[in-house]
């Protein structure tokens, strides 16, 4: 075997024999084993984004903008009046808006001349204070425009997501949301998760590529909402930008190779801030660019922008956010101290690396509930038609069900004596059939293995034994924690109980928890139109203590504890137990209508 | 006749009938008048500028440089702490050097992980505080470079003269002057003076024309100077440049049109500071470049450096400060107020517009002395060989000897009478002849027209008017001035006595007369070197109270008495009255040795 482009391989992949079937040339017998692969639907359903509108935004923020328009009636000059024509701007700034030692570019002055005498001295001059955040850094002049043009001023949040990206286009004065755009992140064909991505942009012109990438899906967010708000991109004149520490990295071209290797160190947890022409970004080219602040390379800006936008920086109750994605990111803590960390769940639960996993698009299915008695499933489908794999939320509530109908032990195994037709012996090991072949879209069996049981089951245990290290660090016990705040879009959709039963989530109450959508995106929003939340922002990074899991030896151990259904000790999910003891099992349609967000 | 392209002529040009030969179709009988034409000689003597050396600079500044390089060991991150690559810089910074709230660039962020790495965390930094003029504006971190490279901190000062460009090469470090190149400006073949410039800036591309060309004369200046110095480019950390408002225009591709129509006002007195990259000047991309403050369209920061390092900022004295060259800018004061005005002298005195006029290079007449009984002239030629045409300083000569001997009249014109052959009637009406055929490097007679002498009185008028309406505005007399500084390339050549007799300059004890050289390259040198000496040039832009000629009608009145040798009054210039009355001429020759700094 010669592989002719070992382009997209880490040199682990390469030891481990891995190969890019149309790059590499068999020379003789071979051993071929295919990877999972997952085809990307390449369309988001708008609708399941809609409960973010019904979210309130839970830090009540001051509206504190930095980026002004001042619309200026100039006296032309005169053999009396010389003044050049910056200071003559910049004079009436100061006079009428108290703006001093304004700061501006070339490029503005190279069009200030022409401008203000086509506009007869009449323009609108667009200012952004607090530059370099700092209070008392210098007013920016970042464009002069004819005619009075203060009240079209706009701005653009931005989730750079690893599978998402979302763009927010805000009217500044009115601080308004006017559109929503989402779609794919262009990386994705590059790797699925960040590590992927951080060895694609380590080869080559890899870097620049992933850069491009993501940018040009943002320039085309950008235009699709614009053009929705009937706004042009030119006059988006500030952009917040939220996402984890990779994505933040490869957004801005900085190579992010040491995220991945210990001691994990990235080039920049809290960047300055840019232009958008210093990147390409298709705003104003003089628009300010500012990234949040991050806490580590595992723990992103889109952490602490939610930390912020969930209201936990206010909280005086113990509260566990979590965002329940590939990282896992969790933080615990109240209004005066957080411990942070990111458990590298992995992205089963975003339906890779499961057979027939899928992400939350149409086809997927969603719910799933299993007769106690016949163990034949019932499910609900996105979009209604017949299914094509399982989505997260599907996959945690198959897992759930197949538990507490004993389907499958604690230990994830199939039971092999039961009377159904759908547990049976599969191409790796025994597996549960959801859907024969005649009722699937693809017209083949929709199963889930027990290899894909195990995948379930490791996730969940590393989001599990993440909160339990950073409990166990505050000396507290995950039953104390007073709420949880669950954030990212994959979040929306939990059935809390049925997360509960495997051990995902903390057995409390269900008041306890809330589904807060995209908190990367509302705290960027926030950002975008307070300078004190975004201030907040980076108050919430430097608050974090991040702590280190594969420093952190309990965190292997309540990882290996954890690998049971609910957990080792099942005491430590009563109300999982309680299930068993009674027998007493509520209607799952009435659970599902009950606490989940779905409809 | 039909014109092809009019690319080089303005609306009044074409309007007097103007035509560019080479892009005219004669397409009928056509009567063509020739104008006078200047071959440039494209090098310049590096000797004549070698008296830059002699003259102290005069303000004695304190060295207070905005631009420091430190060398950092960092303690490498590891799993205790995983401060990420910019704060542990930053906080290396702020611990041992007391720099807070530094602020960088995208590219300094995407170099800085593979540096530290490369460097095993032992590195420089390059930073420049007082970014934007601001004592409390952000320090910048424009650099990090491996292992210790703190000695080699340079920096350039730019003098962007309308005919020549000057670069001094700095060591940042020890504030020694390293080298200095100095060439044409590659302008020059786009127009000869500041006028023509704009004019050609204002069609098509003329004005990223002419940027190109400013610019490609300077990156070859710091080419060679560093190349002398041992020096790379890439090294050059900082640069301060002066110049007159047009070309500082130029040389940031602002368009300069405003500059030229009343109320003539620039895009800008006082640049913001810019990055080298922004206008791809060939130093350190990063170099911050800072234009200093000029004080209007025809007063600009070659002025205002030239007042600072001439040391008028500190005079008691009343001072005068000329810049004999095309504009003839104009300062009257003391350290606590200056008048100022430029006078549009032309550029008579720098061979343009002189039939037989050039620069001072080889093959240039620059002193001559008229044998008062047989009219017959000697000379010194630049370099000693057989003379091409006559310099600036050799005009001056020629015109005040042709007076003082009687060859003109007061008002300029030759005598017919005279018992020589050297005055004769020629193309242009009568003219005075200083070289034979036989006698010149070219063959043909070297003449001064009574076409010559109208312009060389015009141009001296005009800087007679320009100072006297400036005293008249100060209400003084200009016998009252203490001093009279006089800068800029020309002015070092000057022969005292000859330009007093003519009505040049006022007629004052010769040991008021102090000639400094290139006095904006000089203040430039300072303002890189010092922040208070950059803070000095700014104060004295804005001391500088311009007094607009064209706006005031005893300028005229001044000029058109002044077209007399040296004036209508005698009574002004009674040393030169002194002269005819008494009949008693100094030899000339020890006039010349005992005044003039040439050799």
């Keep these: 075997m010669r592989r002719r482009s070992t382009l997209r391989l880490s040199a682990e992949d390469l030891a481990s024999g891995h190969a890019i079937a149309c790059q590499t040339v068999i020379e003789g017998a071979a051993a071929i084993s295919l990877l999972p692969q997952e085809e990307v639907t390449r369309h988001l359903t708008t609708d399941r984004t809609a409960v973010d509108d019904q979210v309130p935004l839970v830090y ?62 009449k323009v609108t001059a667009i ?48 601080g308004k949301l006017l559109a929503r755009a989402v779609d794919y992140n262009g990386q994705i064909a590059r790797g699925e998760d960040v590590i992927s991505r951080i060895i694609y942009a380590s080869k080559n012109d890899g870097l620049t590529e992933l850069q491009g990438l993501v940018l040009q899906t943002f320039n085309g967010l950008l235009e699709r909402a614009a053009r929705r708000a009937r ?129 939350a698009t149409a086809g997927a299915i969603e719910e799933i509930w299993i007769n106690g008695e016949t163990y034949e499933p019932s499910y609900r489908v996105i979009g209604g038609g017949k299914p094509e794999g399982i989505c997260g939320s599907g996959l945690i509530s198959l897992l759930a069900e197949l538990f507490i109908t004993g389907v499958i032990d604690r230990a994830g195994n199939p039971k092999r004596r039961l009377r159904t037709p759908r547990v049976r012996e599969g191409h790796h090991g025994l597996e549960y059939v959801v859907a024969w072949a005649d009722d699937t879209a693809n017209g083949s069996d929709i199963v889930l293995t027990k290899v894909d049981i195990d995948n379930l089951v490791r996730t969940k245990a590393a989001i599990y034994a993440g909160y339990t290290v950073l409990c166990r660090s505050a000396g507290i016990d995950p039953s104390d924690v007073q709420q949880v705040l669950i954030g990212g879009a994959f979040g929306q959709y939990i059935n809390v109980e049925k997360a509960v039963q495997i051990g995902l989530l903390p057995d409390l109450p269900w008041d306890r928890f809330q589904f807060l959508g995209n908190t990367s995106i509302k705290g960027a929003y926030m950002a975008l139109l307070s300078r004190d939340a975004r201030r907040r922002v980076e108050e919430a990074a430097g608050m974090m203590t991040y702590v280190e899991l594969s420093a952190d030896n309990s965190f292997y151990n309540n990882f290996t504890s954890a690998l049971f259904l609910p957990h080792t000790e099942i005491a430590r999910f009563p109300s999982v137990e309680a299930v068993f003891q009674n027998g007493a099992r509520k209607s799952p349609q009435a659970v599902g209508e009950g606490v989940s967000v779905n409809p």
Excluded at 69 to 80: C, Q, S, V
Excluded at 110 to 118: E, F, I, V, Y
């Design 60 to 121: 009540d923020f001051l509206r504190d903008q930095t980026l002004r328009a001042f619309y200026l009636e100039l006296t032309p000059p005169d053999l009396a009046d010389q003044t050049d024509d910056l200071s003559r701007v910049q004079r009436a700034l100061r006079r009428e808006h108290d703006l001093e030692h304004l700061v501006t570019n070339l490029v503005v002055l190279q069009a200030l001349g022409d401008t203000l005498r086509a506009a007869d001295w």
């Design 127 to 174: 200012v952004e204070s607090d530059t370099w955040q700092q209070p008392d850094g210098p007013p920016r002049l970042l464009d002069v425009l004819p005619g009075d043009r203060t009240g079209r001023l706009f701005g653009a949040a931005l989730d750079i997501g690893t599978t998402s990206n979302v763009v927010y286009l805000v009217d500044l004065n009115s």
């Design 231 to 359: 706004v042009s991109p030119q006059e988006i004149y500030k952009v917040t930008a939220a996402g984890n520490t990779t994505m933040t990295h490869l957004f801005l071209g900085l190579p992010p190779q040491s995220i991945r290797l210990s001691p994990f160190v990235p080039a920049v947890n809290s960047p300055p801030p840019f232009l958008a022409a210093d990147i390409g970004l298709q705003a104003h080219p003089r628009a300010g660019v500012n990234c949040l602040a991050g806490v580590a390379s595992y723990v992103g800006s889109d952490i602490s922008a939610g930390v912020v936008s969930s209201g936990l920086m206010e909280a005086d109750q113990l509260t566990l956010f979590l965002d329940i994605g590939t990282n896992g990111e969790t933080v615990l803590g109240t209004k005066d101290w957080l411990l942070t960390c990111a458990c590298s769940a992995g992205p089963a639960f975003e339906g890779a690396g499961v057979e027939h996993g899928m992400r």
